[in-house]
């Protein structure tokens, strides 16, 4: 089953500097073909101020998942007003008997044996509870949805005994999964995520490993447009929802995004999770995390359908990592790199005339070359200060042999010319003073590794 790409406009708006490639992820990242998940969607209109959002939308008319396993067809709400949950409608083509929940000696029971410890295989009665158990989640399903959460919540407590009744087996992991089920549709996503971490955790390789993460992905989807929702709320604080986290709800759901990667890393939805999670860290300006996910998708995932969207928001976050020309210049020694790459691997995608993607990509490429002939500018109006003349005619020479089409290039011809008849190395005086307390790097002096060396500029070639 597939979903379609619904583009939906968003309030939140972006900065310039990463606006222009951001409004295109949307549209690579394609519907998952797990039953229940929703895709990341929807070119956004860039504007200056925080980075715009990437909606995870579902289509206008989609499938999704019933307590039965049956499809159903729904139609989505607001995104102000629905939930993953909302967006799943419940049907049954029969009523079925409601089923009576946990007695208090039941729980009673339950609880003295998992203080003590002796939680032991019954398996005749793990099957009686789960079928209590599924009863009452096909009753759930009938039930208006006022009434159907406090079913689905007495559903999960059955399904919870009904496995810890039968620890360690095919039960078990079925009645986990349909604990995760009954809290998800109860509208309890914090609790049903719990749920299906543990049972990921403790049951590796189950069978509703694609569900499971169809379902995080979901959550933390719904967490994400919560934030964003609530980013001007006086309270940051949740104590009465739970359908979230408490505290830090983004936080919350870059977590799921990294826990379904660590679950099924050549699962379905890993690419899909690192690119989400690489979009949200964007959004919230924390341009390093977002560089590392990239990162790993462009080398981990060579196969995704999202790579060249990759290559294109990581030569954006590479610019946004650079500190200025004081400091290190690997960022751009990186953006330069995969400027290459991309024009190497994906010449149909940038001389496409439906998207300007190639216009982008000459964009970005112009800045950085921008951004690397001012730091060999700077250096050199450094060693110029210093009266180190030959190590600045040296940078000069360089900048224009480079970057010969930027703004600083005139300005390193002008200094070539006013320091041409100067000494190339500054008079040493007191140098048995200098020998005894060697000079200390200057507090303006640029910060890299290696050292500027006296080269005869004359022996730089020009091209």
């Not at 939140?12 to 951001?22: D, M, R």
């Not at 060697?438 to 022996?459: N, Y």
Request: glycine fraction near 4%; proline fraction near 5%.
């Amino acid at each position: 089953m597939f979903f379609k790409i619904k583009h939906l406009p968003s309030p939140i708006q972006s900065s310039a500097s990463t606006g222009p490639i951001l409004r295109t992820a949307i549209f690579f990242l394609a519907g998952a073909t797990t039953i229940g998940c929703t895709s990341l969607a929807g070119p956004q209109e860039i504007s200056n101020g925080t980075l715009n959002s990437i909606r995870l939308t579902d289509s206008d008319e989609k499938v999704t998942l019933s307590p039965n396993n049956n499809p159903a067809v729904t139609k989505p709400r607001s995104a102000a007003s629905r939930s993953p949950s909302t967006d799943s409608k419940i049907i049954e083509e029969q009523p079925s008997e409601t089923a009576s929940p946990l007695t208090l000696t039941e729980k009673s029971q339950q609880l003295f044996n998992r203080l003590a410890g002796q939680q032991q295989e019954d398996t005749e009665r793990a099957q009686q509870l789960y079928q209590r158990a599924d009863q009452a989640f096909k009753a759930a399903a009938k039930q208006p949805r006022s009434q159907a959460a406090e079913t689905f919540t007495q559903a999960a407590e059955l399904f919870e005994v009904a496995g810890n009744t039968a620890p360690g087996t095919a039960l078990q992991q079925d009645a986990m999964f349909m604990q995760g089920e009954s809290l998800f549709f109860a509208d309890r996503f914090v609790a049903a995520s719990d749920v299906y971490e543990r049972l990921q955790k403790e049951f590796p390789r189950n069978r509703h490993i694609d569900k499971v993460a169809a379902r995080l992905f979901s959550i933390s989807r719904y967490w994400i447009d919560i934030s964003k929702a609530e980013q001007s709320s006086w309270s940051p604080i949740n104590l009465t929802d739970s359908k979230y986290p408490r505290l830090d709800a983004k936080g919350h759901a870059i977590r799921v995004l990294d826990q379904i990667r660590f679950d099924d890393p050549t699962g379905r939805l890993a690419d899909d999770a690192t690119l989400a999670a690489a979009v949200e860290y964007m959004r919230q300006e924390k341009y390093q995390e977002a560089d590392e996910f990239l990162t790993d998708l462009r080398e981990t995932f060579s196969d995704s359908e999202h790579l060249f969207i990759a290559h294109l928001l990581g030569v954006n976050v590479k610019l946004q990592t650079y500190r200025g020309p004081k400091y290190s210049g690997l960022a751009l020694e990186e953006a330069e790199k995969l400027v290459r790459q991309t024009r190497e691997r994906f010449p149909d995608k940038l001389a496409s005339t439906e998207e300007d993607f190639g216009q982008r990509l000459e964009r970005l490429d112009a800045q950085i070359s921008f951004l690397q002939a001012e730091r060999l500018r700077y250096r050199a109006e450094y060693r110029e200060k210093r009266k180190e003349f030959g190590a600045a005619s040296y940078y000069y020479n360089l900048l224009l042999a480079k970057y010969p089409n930027t703004p600083h290039a005139e300005n390193a011809r002008e200094r070539l010319a006013a320091t041409d008849e100067k000494p190339r190395k500054p008079a040493q005086r007191l140098s048995w003073l200098t020998t005894i307390f060697p000079d200390s790097t200057a507090k303006d002096a640029p910060l890299e590794l290696e050292r500027p060396v006296e080269i005869d500029s004359s022996k730089v070639i020009l091209r």
